[in-house]
Nanobody, 125 residues
């Protein structure tokens, strides 16, 4: 079992930045590929970015490329999402997820085994 706790959400003006953190506990963090997803009101949960177990492979959704940066610190059991140049359409609940994986990056929610409770990000226009 892996427990995930997100933090760092909040209200920010368009063009601003936020940094989300996801702290993991319960199992060996470096065994898990990690991902960030988001869900806006009345919309499906969507993939934002995924990172491999070692951090050597990363895959971003086109909508966030060049603005968001994922990183992980396996010594601290934490994955981060730096979000810059935020737009109104980035408003959503952001979830981190973990999956026991090989060496790749996972982009489908169905592939993830554990989820955090989510943190709200609201971007005002």
């Amino acid at each position: 079992q892996v427990q995930l706790v997100e933090s760092g959400g909040g209200l920010v003006q368009a063009g601003g930045s936020l940094r989300l953190s996801c702290a993991a506990s319960g199992r060996t963090f470096s065994n898990y590929a990690m991902g960030w997803f988001r869900q806006a009101p009345r919309k499906e949960r969507e993939f934002v970015v995924g990172i491999s177990r070692t951090g050597g492979r990363i895959n971003y959704a086109d909508s966030v490329k060049g603005r968001f940066t994922i990183s992980r610190d396996n010594a601290k059991n934490t994955v981060y999402l730096q979000m810059n140049s935020l737009k109104f359409e980035d408003t959503a609940v952001y979830y981190c997820a973990a999956a026991m994986a090989g060496v790749g990056v996972l982009t489908s929610a169905r592939e993830y085994d554990y989820w955090g409770q989510g943190t709200q990000v609201t971007v005002s226009s």
